[in-house]
């Protein structure tokens, strides 16, 4: 009995055209609403600019001695 040899899957990649928009979706209701929800809340949103993080990741990583 052998074993069948495995198949490592590829990403199919489309190459676009120059001047070519790609049509994104529009969100679901239900996510959308819920970003909306979270913003007014004052939580944070995947995917939108966070001040405190930009703050952080912008001071250097040791204190100067």
């Known amino acids: 009995m052998s074993i069948p040899p495995t198949v490592e899957p590829r990403p199919v990649i489309h190459p676009q055209r120059r001047g070519e928009t790609v049509h994104r ?4 209701p239900v996510f959308t609403a819920l970003a909306r929800h979270w913003e ?4 944070l949103v995947p995917g939108r600019h966070d001040e405190e993080w930009t703050t952080l990741i912008n001071r250097p990583c040791w204190p100067c001695l």
Do not use: K, L
């Open 25 to 28: 979706p529009d969100p679901e």
């Open 40 to 43: 007014n809340t004052g939580r």
